[in-house]
């Protein structure tokens, strides 16, 4: 599979101008002379990655969120995708999974299963359209083919927007000049206008706020989720939305869903919460790395959702009590 190491510089340059703002923070001055970037990575001394106090694997996962976080909001002529589908591959032990599964736009699908039963690997092979060479074996189609590689590939025109399980800011801006580079990007007359609704957005979905003012990397890991969350859902093009568990994060998670559930999306979501798995309209039930089970929920279990949220909100009331200082001692 092309990696982003195996890009010759200068082409990376010109399809990413910013990846040389984000070197320069590091003290690396990207001069091309024909290397990739894995190339040119690699023939730094030892020493230079002990100065900048960083190895290269924190380096590169650095570069990743860098560019993920670019991306969110870099897609404004991404190609129209009316489904995809997932081909299965197989589970941790070799079983094939017999799954031919197709999802459209405007479907919402959960994905539930244990700890380290491969919901987040599901979801990374949809984000890099897996063809046969991921660790599952799963094939993702585009709108019935094969995706074209260089669509793949593209760092510019990502068909994926990714809320990622650990999503750390590794810019050096604050939140209001953050959004609005995403903003600008996009092309977005009233750029303006809409950095200050996506602050507002997510200082309604994270607890204790912050301002346009702040630096992004000040922000705590559930603020920083409701962020990216509200800055998806508002400048985001990108036809499918993947969701690794945003109830993690402390945020309000329906508000959350329902800022990012837009009609005309394709949405997976990765959650261990029985209220946001029920709000899909399917679930996929993962065993030991493989879609073991499709549901479609039930008339039945959509009433008892409601029974659920019930109770949720009880639970939330207690949250917000405890968070304030209160004591529980009413029997
Ligand atoms: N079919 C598979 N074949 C081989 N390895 C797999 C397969 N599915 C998942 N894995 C591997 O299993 C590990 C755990 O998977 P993953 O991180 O997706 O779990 P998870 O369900 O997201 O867990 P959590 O709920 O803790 O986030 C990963 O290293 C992943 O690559
Ligand atoms: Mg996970």
């Known amino acids: 599979m092309m990696t982003i190491l195996e890009k010759q510089i200068e082409v990376l340059k010109s399809e990413v101008p910013q990846v040389t703002d984000f070197f320069s923070d590091y003290g690396i001055i990207l001069d091309d002379g024909g290397f990739t970037l894995g190339e040119y990575l690699e023939q730094l001394p030892e020493d230079f990655y002990e100065d900048i106090g960083i190895d290269q694997v924190t380096l590169l996962e650095n570069l990743d969120g860098f560019l993920n976080q670019l991306n969110l909001l870099q897609n404004t002529e991404a190609p129209k995708v009316s489904e995809i589908t997932i081909i299965g591959g197989h589970d941790k032990t070799g079983n094939p999974e017999h799954v031919e599964l197709k999802l459209i736009r405007g479907s919402v699908t959960s994905i539930v299963g244990p700890t380290g039963s491969g919901k987040s690997r599901l979801l990374a092979d949809i984000e890099w359209m897996a063809q046969n060479d991921t660790p599952t074996g799963r094939i993702i189609r585009v709108n019935g083919k094969k995706p074209d590689p260089e669509l793949r590939f593209s760092l510019e025109y990502k068909l994926v927007a990714q809320l990622s399980q650990n999503m750390n800011f590794v810019m050096d801006t604050k939140v209001a000049e953050f959004i609005a580079m995403h903003a600008e990007s996009r092309m977005i007359e009233n750029a303006e206008a809409i950095v ?9 979905l994270a607890g204790e706020s912050f301002t346009g003012q702040t630096p992004v990397t000040a922000l705590s890991g559930g603020q920083s989720r409701a962020l990216m969350i509200a800055d998806t859902a508002f400048l985001s093009t990108s036809p499918v939305v993947l969701i690794d568990e945003i109830e993690n994060a402390g945020i309000d998670r329906k508000k959350a869903l329902s800022l990012l559930v837009k009609k005309e999306k394709i949405v997976l979501m990765a959650t261990h919460d029985p209220i946001l798995a029920l709000m899909a309209e399917q679930r996929l039930i993962i065993k030991n790395g493989g879609i073991h089970k499709i549901i479609t929920t039930t008339a039945k279990e959509k009433e008892n ?11 939330m009331s207690l949250r917000t009590r405890l968070r304030s200082g209160e004591l529980i001692e009413e029997s």
């Open 305 to 315: 959702l409601a029974r659920l949220e019930e109770l949720d909100n009880k639970l």
């Open 196 to 204: 200050v609704d996506i602050i507002a957005q997510a200082n309604l």
